[in-house]
């Protein structure tokens, strides 16, 4: 198979690669040369494939130089990492990914942006809707090449990692409507990014405080019947969210709760949503975290069975109560427990090493880095049966490439849309179980075409100028991964098709 994918490789490619900056990493990459085929690199790049976004030189330079345990710890604790300062200006000068959801709210909702488009001349509702649609795309386009930017650039890669997990696990989408088209940006970086390694039970209420999601699963709406909130929209029972909390975000679909159960988080959930940005702006209301709100005129107050225990009617506590309950039931544990190891293991992940996660959850409270952990040093994470047997999803694939061959992307649209091509748009996954991490998923004849006319694509600079030696910069990643036959295949090419030959192998296509 290898052959064949590197003579596809070797046909689809055009031209020679264009090297016209230099790599200023070469140290690192004749620390990695000089010493690639030992066993200690072999795991050093087994570590760095799962743990970040694409093993660079640098990378793995230092973890050589600090060890795999040391580089594990600093990964766990990414504070202790001094941060790129180009990103946390970039983040800074974003109001879509760092500003106040309930500002933004305000300054983007469609009937604001109606009467802004009116006040700039346009007239009919064709044009109307067309100005607003160019809003919203770019501020679509800010949040895509935010996170595709700090994915292959931030020296915390076990962060960016996490946080990707949590986003696709507390899965917002951006085309639900128009408020997720500008709030996915605010909801990973507010209520997902800063609790990624933190504690579960933290990461959940946040998750479920902020109006990206309370409007993609329609809290925003939930409201007990009769009422004296109940009026519009806001009129009887939605499940939605009630369902999907247990179900994908905590117990798991064979999590012990029954119908009962979900009818009875809907109770309890009913008046949480987000404040209106007109009764804020005049003062009428004043909204809680990330511009929640909890409504006591649309809130159930009776008495509800939740797991078999009893949650008495006295408001907003009622929400808070029920999360601890799901946080830090047993079913939780093993389901957040199966979903890592199975992202970070393999498809099919251990059970013994799933329970160890479960009681390693449950005996500290839910707090995710203690879990990592013991997930990173788990012998079933070094078991070499369990080496490069996780198949890269088209996201993965595409940023390990980047990073990887060192390109310097100038054009992050088309670096989206190459991920979209593959059925994995950026924040468009529409379904709230998420993107899924399995091979079976992405392996497919199409998408391994697509994946390597990308590579060279990259690899001759047509996403961004690529470094002098970027042949010995993608040998330093990914030569001691390649079997006998791509080895042998590579022998036979041309220098300037090198570099997208590897990124191309069937060897690169897996972590």
Known sequence: MAAVLLTATTCSLAGSCQSPSAFTGQAAINTVNATRQSAEDQKIL???????????????ALVKNIGIDEYIRQQLDPRSIPQNQDLNQMVADLPVISGDPMNLMMTYSRQVLMEKAKSDGAQDKEAIQKQIGKTYQGLHQQMLMAKLRRNIESPRQLEEVMTDFWYNHFNVAANKGAMDRFLCGSFEQQAIRPY??????DLLEATAHHPAMLFYLDNWQNTAPNSAGSRGKLKGINENYARELMELHTLGVDGGYT?????ALAHILTGLGFAPPKAVALGRVQPGVF???????RHDFGDKVLLGRTIKGNGESEIEQALDMLAMH?????????????????DNPPEALVNRLSQTYLHTGGNIKAVMNELLHSPEFWDSKNVAVKYKSPYRYAVSVVRTSGAQITDYKKLAGFVASLGQPIYGCLTPDGYKNTQEAWLNPDGLLKRIAFAANVARGGLGQVP???LNRVEASVAPLLGKKTTTALASAREPQKAGLMLGSPEFMTY
């Open 46 to 60: 087994h570590l760095l494939n799962r743990m970040t976004f694409g093993a660079t030189p640098e990378d793995i």
């Open 196 to 201: 990624a390694l933190g504690n579960f039970r």
């Open 259 to 263: 119908q009962h159960d979900v009818v």
């Open 291 to 297: 511009g929640s709100y909890f409504d006591r005129n």
């Open 330 to 346: 047993p079913s939780t544990a093993h389901h957040i427990s199966y979903q890592l190891a199975q992202y970070f293991v393999s």
């Open 468 to 470: 002098d030696n970027e």
